[in-house]
Each structure stands twice: as structure tokens, then as C-alpha cells.
């Protein structure tokens, strides 16, 4: 796997609005975009720190996956993505490495990523989701 850095960091929130004042208002970030992924069933809103994002996720559907994460766990850091070159590969290497993949194959993600989550049970606690910018070539 070929990981260049940090691409964001995912936070699931209750209410993005509130969120969104807290990360301009307090830590004096500028969200840059609000965007709704129906695909899984969130809302998202966009904050740059350096060159990683920090992406705020609410559920749009109790039963969604940001829904159920926070019922369970409540409001928090919800996965980290990694920007990898080559995410077709990158899945096939750790599948082989025997980490379960949650997308067997990449999918569009927010901004137009294509994105692949791994699970959590495989990366010790840590719902990783590897992403791959294709517009950037
Ligand atoms: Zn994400």
C-alpha cells in the first residue's frame, strides 16, 4: 500500500449546523463545503488543517450508518482516511494480508473520491477508509 498522507479525518455529530459553528467560531477553521452523500446517508461538512480535511458527518436516516454509530457510541471521531495512490491495488494487498474489507470495491465518495472502508475488527479498533483523488492526475 502506497499511503501519501492523512486525507481526513471523519467526526460524526448530531447536528452539523451546530458543529459547523463550533469548528469556525472556536477553532477558527472556514468550512468550505456542505455536501449530501445519499449513498450513505449523511450530510457532510468540509474544514481544511494543513493539507488534511477534517470531514463533520450527521446522519440523514436513524438506520444509517453515522445513526447507528452514534446511538451506540455517541457523538466522536468516527474513521480516519488515508489518501493512497492506486486504491484498486491497495485493497487487493491488505485483503491479502488477511484485513476484512467493508467495500470490495471502491465507491464514490464525498467530493469525488473514490473511497473502500476497512473494518474495524481487522485494524485494531480503527474504521479505516482509504481514498484515492482521480481527478488530481
Ligand atoms: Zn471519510
Redesign the pocket.
Known amino acids: 500500500m502506497n499511503i501519501s498522507h492523512i486525507e ?1 479525518i ?1 467526526i460524526a455529530v448530531k447536528n452539523l449546523e451546530e458543529s459547523i459553528q463550533y469548528w469556525e467560531n472556536v477553532m477558527g477553521l472556514k468550512c468550505y463545503a456542505v455536501e449530501e452523500v445519499k449513498d450513505q446517508r449523511v450530510r457532510t461538512a468540509f474544514f481544511m488543517v494543513g493539507g488534511t480535511k477534517i ?1 463533520l458527518l450527521e446522519s440523514t436516516d436513524p438506520e444509517g450508518p453515522i445513526g447507528k454509530f452514534i446511538e451506540k457510541k455517541g457523538e466522536g471521531v468516527h ?1 480516519l ?1 488515508f489518501a493512497v495512490k492506486g486504491i484498486e491495488q491497495s485493497l487487493e494487498d491488505v485483503a491479502s494480508k488477511g484485513v476484512q474489507l467493508i467495500d470490495q470495491k471502491p465507491r464514490r ?2 467530493e469525488g473520491l473514490d ?1 473502500a472502508f476497512l473494518h474495524p475488527k481487522s485494524t485494531f479498533g480503527v474504521l479505516t ?1 482509504l ?1 484515492e483523488n482521480k481527478n488530481d492526475k
Open positions: 481526513h471523519g470531514e474513521h482516511a465518495g464525498a473511497i477508509e481514498c
